[in-house]
């Protein structure tokens, strides 16, 4: 297969906003009286903001409304800003603009292809905003992961067909996004929980030209 798209997810691929995302999460649990783990954390990665908020609920048998639905979501994200407005780029994860230059050089196109609505604020923090030939983000696509519109839409920006494309993603729904989409996944994390993936790494910095040829 020849590769000539590179496409990243953004929250635990790019940046290190998983944690953030985690303590957000936890804290409006908390204030629920809703039990909630590390391990349940990892059904909320690459979900979006409503489907993360439901899983939780579902987690604490609890049922709300939806204007109680709507104001949790707002103070989840209120506390989430809080976390990311003080981002600096020394939180782009080692690695990423290394590979994203090298791919670039080598004339892959890359794109982002992220649920998040805070992608602009995000890129903007670390300095990132004019990295990518297409940015996806939460604000263009409206199904959210496992749905693979989010990486459908991305492919037809730069220009390069689903099955010239790579996914990066470290979250479960992402990765069978990617696999809906027809494209290569490598995921980032474990084995164990990204499954599915095509190919498993720890992190960009684990990854270069050579190595991506060769999956
Ligand atoms: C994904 C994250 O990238 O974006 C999810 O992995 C998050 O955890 C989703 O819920 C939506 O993000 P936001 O910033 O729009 O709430
Ligand atoms: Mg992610």
Same mark, same amino acid.
């Given at each position: 297969m020849?590769?000539?798209?590179?496409?990243?997810?953004?929250?635990?691929?790019?940046?290190?906003?998983?944690?953030?995302?985690?303590?957000?999460?936890?804290?409006?649990?908390?204030?629920?009286?809703?039990?909630f783990t590390?391990?349940?954390?990892?059904?909320?990665?690459?979900?979006?903001?409503?489907?993360?908020?439901?899983?939780?609920?579902?987690?604490g048998?609890?049922?709300l409304?939806?204007?109680?639905?709507?104001?949790?979501?707002?103070?989840?994200?209120?506390?989430?800003?809080?976390?990311?407005?003080?981002?600096?780029?020394?939180?782009?994860?080692?690695?990423?603009?290394k590979?994203?230059?090298?791919?670039?050089?080598?004339?892959?196109?890359?794109?982002?292809?992220?649920?998040?609505?805070?992608?602009?604020?995000?890129?903007?923090?670390?300095g990132?905003?004019?990295?990518?030939?297409?940015?996806? /983000?939460?604000?263009?696509?409206?199904? =959210?992961?496992? %749905?693979?519109?989010?990486?459908? #839409?991305?492919? !037809?920006?730069? *220009? @390069?067909?689903?099955?010239?494309?790579?996914?990066?993603? /470290?979250?479960?729904?992402?990765?069978? =996004?990617?696999? %809906?989409?027809?494209?290569?996944? #490598?995921?980032? !994390?474990?084995? *164990? @929980?990204?499954?599915?993936?095509?190919?498993?790494?720890?992190?960009?910095?684990?990854?270069?030209?050579?190595?991506?040829?060769?999956?």
């Open positions: 020849e590769i000539k798209g590179c496409i990243f997810d953004l929250d635990g691929v790019i940046v290190d906003t998983a944690k953030y995302h985690y303590l957000a999460w936890k804290r409006l649990a908390d204030h629920l009286d809703v039990n590390l391990e349940d954390n990892e059904r909320l990665k690459g979900v979006s903001r409503m489907d993360s908020l439901e899983i939780i609920l579902a987690i048998k609890r049922k409304n939806k204007e109680l639905k709507e104001k949790y979501a707002r103070l989840k994200n209120e506390w989430y800003i809080d976390y990311i407005s003080k981002m600096t780029p020394d939180e782009i994860l080692s690695g990423s603009i590979f994203i230059n090298e791919l670039k050089g080598a004339g892959i196109k890359t794109a982002l292809g992220s649920a998040s609505k805070n992608t602009p604020l995000i890129l903007k923090r670390v990132m905003e004019k990295m990518f030939d297409a940015v996806v /983000d939460g604000n263009i696509v409206s199904r =959210a992961k496992p %749905n693979p519109e989010v990486f459908i #839409v991305a492919a !037809g920006m730069i *220009k @390069v067909k689903p099955e010239h494309c790579v996914v990066f993603e /470290d979250a479960v729904a992402g990765v069978q =996004a990617a696999i %809906n989409a027809g494209m290569i996944c #490598v995921g980032i !994390g474990s084995r *164990k @929980v990204l499954a599915k993936a095509h190919y498993i790494i720890s992190g960009l910095d684990e990854m270069n030209l050579k190595k991506l040829k060769e999956i």
